[in-house]
């Protein structure tokens, strides 16, 4: 059977296991040597596509590859770049085709959320009406957690387990210095439209008075008025007050707390600040003295924390791309299928792009407590399977061991192409 070349690229904002659905992809190429030739990295994503900026992984050791499923970050570069409209910038797609034949390049994983599947989906669609043989999978990746279908989001199960921890630290401190010093804390997390990440800050804490002691969801209303009655009730009866809040935590008419009025590449409104935000509330209503803290880059690229099961999986839905591609599969992606809770299992499954494409999963009503400020158990039985095990990265001199890539280019056949 004739060998063809297949193109692996990363997009949006990364995760401290991207690397190793990396790892699976492209080890599962090299196993299938007798259909897959060499596999290109698009350098920066799907820009890597557009500029012909390619990396050839095949100058990488089996080592090197091994390693990236220990390395955060985006090994070959990401991006926010979305595609636009394919009706009217047909160019840009044309575009990837050309790149494609030059290299003879017909498998495309596309790695990262929902606007990746869509612009995977575009991708298939168009190589069947230019009539050119492309297979295109998509590999799931958020931090997130809101991508349908697929039970959980690579990248979400080490964000939660990384929260949770440094939730249940930092109530630690607080505890222990609130009767002379700092009454609340606030940690501000990731998750624009849903609480998926919040809410696995509650899992540092189950029962009476045990922190946080409020979640601040974006799937529920901000009431100012009620959320201070809560703190300070929290701070009156426990001594100190704990908040892990959405950065994308929003009032009734839709308004962040905290929106900068800038948009992203994808049109996303550019968040953050709502800690800080939420705070300065606190002291002005309440007076308490207060600590706030944004997790940022740190939720999204502790490696060294890093779920068992969130490794596992990430690296799986890589190998499972492969598997769809070389079966003939297209305009699909690797499903995370929960089989049991209790004991937990999973297995991967697939699902058509057309279903699942710009598309977000929120947080069911029935997984947000009554009160609107904290979890359920049906929540808690849902999140906690997905923080379990530890897989710890190689350590050399006291600092986690990464992959360090030659990132070798591939000769450019094409005219420039400007974005």
Request: hydrophobic share 40%.
């Amino acid at each position: 059977m004739a060998q063809h070349n297949a193109f692996y690229a990363q997009s949006g904002g990364v995760t401290a296991v991207i690397n190793a659905s990396a790892c699976g992809v492209i080890e599962a190429c090299r196993r299938h040597d007798d259909k897959i030739g060499k596999v290109y990295a698009g350098h920066n994503g799907i820009i890597g596509a557009l500029t012909e900026d390619l990396i050839d992984v095949s100058q990488e050791s089996d080592e090197t590859i091994a390693a990236l499923r220990h390395t955060p970050g985006g090994a070959f570069g990401s991006c926010r770049y979305k595609l636009k409209d394919i009706e009217t910038h047909r160019a840009q797609y044309e575009r990837l085709i050309e790149v494609f034949k030059a290299h003879d390049i017909r498998y495309f994983f596309y790695n990262g959320g929902g606007d990746s599947a869509d612009t995977c989906l575009k991708v298939s669609q168009l190589s069947e009406k230019m009539g050119y043989p492309l297979t295109a999978i998509h590999v799931p990746k958020t931090v997130d957690n809101d991508l349908p279908i697929t039970d959980n989001s690579p990248g979400f199960g080490s964000v939660a387990k990384y929260i949770a921890t440094s939730t249940l630290e930092a109530s630690l401190d607080i505890a222990s210095m609130c009767a002379t010093s700092t009454k609340v804390f606030v940690l501000e997390v990731m998750g624009r439209h849903a609480g998926w990440i919040a809410a696995a800050g509650a899992l540092a804490g189950e029962g009476e008075g045990q922190p946080p002691h409020l979640v601040i969801f974006p799937e529920v209303a901000f009431d100012r008025k009620a959320v201070m009655a809560r703190v300070d009730e929290a701070v009156k009866n426990y001594g100190y007050c704990v908040i892990v809040v959405s950065e994308g935590a929003r009032y009734e008419d839709g308004t962040f707390l905290a929106d900068s009025g800038n948009t992203d590449a994808f049109g996303h409104r550019q968040l953050g600040g709502v800690a800080p935000t939420l705070a300065g509330m606190v002291k002005q209503d309440l007076g308490y003295k207060y600590h706030w803290a944004v997790a940022d880059y740190l939720q999204r690229a502790a490696r060294h924390l890093a779920s068992k099961t969130d490794v596992d999986q990430a690296y799986a839905v890589g190998e499972k791309a492969v598997e769809l591609a070389v079966a003939g599969e297209n305009a699909m992606m690797p499903t995370i299928d929960r089989v049991s809770e209790s004991p937990y299992a999973w297995e991967i499954g697939a699902a058509p792009l057309s279903e699942i494409a710009n598309q977000e999963k929120f947080m069911p009503k029935d997984f947000i407590r009554e009160d609107g400020f904290g979890i359920t158990e049906a929540c808690r039985r849902y999140l906690s399977p997905l923080i379990q095990g530890e897989d710890f990265p190689p350590f050399d001199n006291g600092l986690p061991r990464v992959a360090h890539l030659k990132l070798a280019r591939v000769e450019r056949k094409l005219p420039t192409f400007t974005l």
